[in-house]
Each structure stands twice: as C-alpha cells, then as structure tokens.
C-alpha cells in the first residue's frame, strides 16, 4: 500500500453472502486461522506482514471455482500542486485472468485529472453527481501505482470535520497552503549509505541515480563517501565531484551486488564526519539490530520501492533532524527541490491541553501537502495556535477555532484520527506496541499487531472467543456464556478431586502401619529384622545406626534368620556396600 493508507475492512463470502471480518490481535487471529483449517472450515484473514505489506489467506479454494473478498482501505488524500493525490499500488507477479478497476470520485465539480496514465481508455467521466472511470482487461500484469490528482476548487477552503463517538468528540482539520521553500546551508561532504540487500534489487535505482546526480549536479564541489551495507557494512569509497561530474560514483554504485538481508544496526554514524547522510533504503529491516546509532549527522531517507517500511524512514529522519522522500509519489524535480532546500514545516503548537487530548500531526510535518492536524476535544470551543518556519525560525503564525457540531457529514472522523496516531506511534512500535493493539482493536485498523479475521460458526469465533459480526453476535454471548459456566465446573471438578486425593493421602499418612511378623517369629524379632535392612545402608557407630533420615538402636541386635531356596544356587557375585551419600 502506498504511505498513508491504512486496511479498515474485510470481507469474505460464506454460503452466499459476505461476511464481515471482525479484528483481533495478530497472533491470535493467525491461531484461530490455522485451527480452523484443520478442521476444513472456511476461515480468511488478512494482516500485515513487513512495512507497508500486507497478505490474506483463504481456505479452501473450490476446485475450478472462486472466491469473493472485499479489502477497504481508507486515507486522507495529501497535496500536490493545488491538487489532491490518490494511488493505487498494483504489482502483481503473474497476470490476472479478469481484471476490472472502477472508480468514483463524488462531490467534485471539476474532473479528475490522470498522471502518467498506462490504463488504455481509462479516462474520468460525468455521471450524475460523480465522477466515474472504468477499466477492464483479460490477463493484465498489474506492475505499476495507478495515480490521478483531484482539483480543488476552493484553494482558500479549510475543511473541517467533528464527530461524536462513544462520549468524546473527534475533529480533523486540513487546509491547503502553498508550499513554501527556504535555502538550506551548503554541504562539503556527503554520506551516501546505499542499501545492497536482496530486498534493495526491487528499488527503482534508475530514478534514485537520477536524483542523485541531479543533486551533485547542482552542488558542483563536494566530497562523497559511498558505503553500502546490508547484514553488516562494505568497504567506504571516496569521491571528489568536480563540476558536479559523478559518473565514477555512479559506476560503482552499478557494480554493487544486492543479496542478504538488512540489519541497520550496523550503520554507527558516529564513525562518520559528512555534514548531511543520504539513505537510499527501502527501510525493511530483517536481520540482527534494527537501530541506527545516530549522531548529529542529518539523515535524508529516500525510498523508491512499492514495498518499503515508511515507519521506520520517518522515525530516521525526524530523530536526525533530516528528511523523508518518497519518490513513489513525487516527481524527480520535486525531490530535488526537497533536497536543495527548506520546507515549510511546524514548528510549534500552542493550545489549551486540558481543552484538547492528543493532538496528532501528520509525520513529517512538512506544510508543503497542505497543514493538516486531528484530535479529540473535551470543550465546546477552543484555539489551537499553530507556528510555521523553517528549521526552528518561525515566519508565521495560523489560528484555529475547533469546536463542537451536533452532526457530521462523514462518520469515519476517529479513524482519522486514529490512523494519524497509529502511524505516528509506529515509528518506534516496540516501546509503543500495546496503544498501536489497543488503537487497532478499537478502530478497526490492520496494524503491525491487529488482523482482521472472518470465521464459518460462531462456535469458532466462542472457541477462541473472538468477537463476531454483529449479526452473529446474541448466539456468540449466550454459547459463551455456556462455554462459562461449563468451565467453572470443570474448574470445581479439578479442584473437588484434588481435595478428595489430598485427604486419602493425609489418611494414609496418618494412619500408623505395624509390620506382620512371620510364622515362628516374634515381632520383635520381625522388627530386627526391619531396621536391620535399614542398618545396612547406612553406618554403625557406639551401637546407632546412621542412615540419611533415621536413627535406629542396635543394641540387643538379633542376626535375621535366612531362608534358603528350595534349589541351592551359587552366590551371587559381591555387591559393593551402598552408603548414606548414595542412599537416596
């Protein structure tokens, strides 16, 4: 999926009709996967696998037949020359037999306008109050992000969106600003740490030279160190660019093999003294530490593959100080222009904190794809104060009045909310894992730790007491409540017979066993006997016996008597005498 879109519904047919997957942590819904399919059940599941992956299973598959899944994805469109940006990731690695893409812009009066179109006929026209345009192909590859910009009609507009739910009220604002751009500080040296992975062969290293030596082009002197890494690092090269010529640099970066796999803790940029850090990564840590030891070095994170981890190059560039670019949704020039210079950006937020909880800005808070910001308000009115610059100059100065509305014209405004601050808190998951679950739960969002699962019987859904669709729901809570009450006497049993054993070995215990003697024979003689064969495992010393849990009198010792066999038999071989060390 592209930055910013997040899965929020899923759906797969059973007998006929669709059903409603229902969210549930990630471990458990993949258990509650397998142990169904055992079964040969109808279960489907989709979650996120790496970065921005994502994967559904289903099962089974109908010999010769098919089955109909529905994934909804939802995001707030950025800014792009006065426009707003919609993608499409497709990329599929064998055709698809029947292909179909339908889309509908709505509530738009100007037409949608297509970008580096390869869809044949597929062009936006009027119907009633919308904008429609359809493609529909036999064995398409799908290998390439569909794009088109939706004009807005009102650059001066300021949206905002209120939403009661659940007794607080969720606010979105968004505003379109013209992008605003500042020279930044020349460079001397430059570190260009170049991701050779397995994963880094899929990046689109055309368009990463490209930028890079449009880049050097326009500084003309500066010194360059190429070091390539993926498990651990290689081998620095240096660079002297002159004139801004960096074709030697760019030969060794053709000569770069890509395999292993990616382990970002091995870049320790304190051992390095550039004045800027260029990371040419898709950000997809699979191996060993997943940290980058920063300095005060500023890390520019560039991505251009499909499939990259957008966390984690937010989370390097915000903790440098440096920058995030995605050519995936930018132009080569544009990216340059990133470069070059200062973007408009935030650099303060002055509000009430006890009218407003958990204001949340898009990451990074760069202003040039329009200001936007979400939270939840807890009075009817308030201000929020919001200082734009550059670096940490502010130039200006935006106030806001956020307040309450009885209705709302869209009724998905928490999950604004709740997808900005997901992603806000994904950029550092491990300290965050437990909010990113309980936001996933609550919001209905696919996350690094939430799955959204569909299951054939709501006795499945009981079994691992998952929560249903809502239709399903008042035969899951009274079976639940059985499964209940069914393990509270099973409880009771367990603990009604482990009592019971206790009290027959405590009888046992207590209960005061004479030993039976023999034909002919005293029991004291009997009771000789016994300690004698105690005796002869432990030692004697002054007429005691010493074993390891007994002292045993053998004054006035009787010799036990011997029966022999019936058939005499040749001795058996000496055995060495146990002692007490050895006794137990």
């Known amino acids: 999926l592209a930055d910013g879109q997040h899965i929020v519904r899923y759906a797969l047919d059973i007998e006929g009709h669709l059903r409603e997957g229902v969210v549930a942590e990630k471990a458990k819904a993949r258990q509650a996967f397998e142990n169904t399919i055992r079964r040969r059940i109808d279960p489907g599941l989709v979650e996120q696998t790496k970065g921005n992956n994502f994967r559904t299973r289903i099962y089974p598959l109908p010999a010769n037949g098919s089955r109909h899944i529905l994934i909804a994805v939802e995001q707030t469109l950025t800014q792009e020359s006065g426009s707003q940006l919609y993608q499409l990731p497709l990329y599929t690695t064998a055709p698809i037999n029947d292909f179909s893409l339908k889309t509908t812009v709505y509530r738009s009066n100007v037409s949608p306008e297509m970008e580096n179109n ?26 390439h992000t569909i794009s088109f910009t939706v004009p807005r009609t009102d650059n001066n507009e300021t949206i905002y969106l209120a939403e009661q739910y659940k007794g607080e009220t969720y606010f979105y604002l968004n505003q379109y600003r013209e992008a605003g751009w500042q020279e930044s500080k020349g460079r001397n040296s430059i570190g260009v740490f170049w991701d050779v992975s397995g994963s880094g062969e899929k990046r689109n290293k055309t368009m990463e030279k490209e930028l890079l030596k449009n880049y050097l082009a326009s500084i003309g002197e500066v010194k360059v160190s190429l070091v390539p890494f993926h498990v651990f690092t290689g081998q620095k090269q240096d660079f002297e660019i002159r004139n801004g010529n960096c074709s030697d640099l760019l030969e060794a970066i053709d000569k770069l093999v890509y395999d292993g796999a990616t382990q970002f803790g091995a870049l320790d940029l304190n051992n390095y003294n550039f004045d800027e850090a260029l990371l040419f990564s898709d950000g997809l840590a699979s191996f060993g530490k997943k940290e980058i030891r920063f300095s005060a070095i500023p890390v520019v994170a560039i991505n251009s593959s499909s499939s990259a981890d957008y966390s984690f190059l937010k989370y390097a560039a915000q903790q440098s100080n440096g920058k995030f670019i995605d050519l995936n949704n930018t132009t080569v020039t544009d990216a340059l222009k990133n470069l070059q210079q200062e973007a408009l950006q935030v650099v303060k937020v002055d509000y009430d904190q006890s009218a407003i909880e958990e204001l949340v800005f898009p990451v990074p808070a760069v202003v040039n794809r329009g200001l936007s910001f979400a939270g939840k308000l807890k009075v009817p009115v308030t201000t929020v104060k919001v200082s734009l610059g550059y670096g940490n100059k502010i130039t200006e100065v935006k106030s806001f009045t956020i307040r309450q509305t009885d209705t709302s014209e869209y009724d998905q405004v928490k999950r604004i909310w709740a997808t900005l601050r997901i992603s806000e808190l994904e950029m550092q998951f491990d300290k965050n894992k437990e909010e990113v679950t309980r936001l996933g739960k609550e919001f209905s969002v696919v996350t690094q730790n939430t799955s959204l699962i569909v299951l054939d019987r709501v006795e499945d859904y009981v079994e ?12 899951y809570y009274a079976l639940l409540r059985e499964k209940k009450q069914q393990e509270l006497k099973d409880k009771d049993y367990a603990l009604q017979s482990a009592l019971e054993a206790m009290q027959e070995l405590k009888d046992w215990w207590s209960k005061d066993f004479k030993p039976i003697a023999k034909k002919n024979q005293s029991a004291d003689t009997a009771t000789d006997q016994v300690f004698s064969m105690v005796g002869s495992v432990g030692s004697i010393s002054n007429g005691v016996i010493a074993t390891d849990s007994t002292r045993v009198s053998t004054q006035n010792f009787t010799a036990p008597v011997i029966v022999a066999d019936e058939k005499e038999t040749a001795p058996p071989p000496a055995q060495e005498q146990l002692t007490a060390s050895n006794f137990s």
């Open 118 to 143: 390869t869809l044949q006929n597929f062009s936006f026209k009027k119907w009633k109050e919308a904008w429609v345009a359809d493609f529909e192909q036999k064995n398409y590859t799908a290998n």
């Open 464 to 475: 691992q007491e998952i929560l249903p669709p809502v239709e399903l729901q008042q035969e």
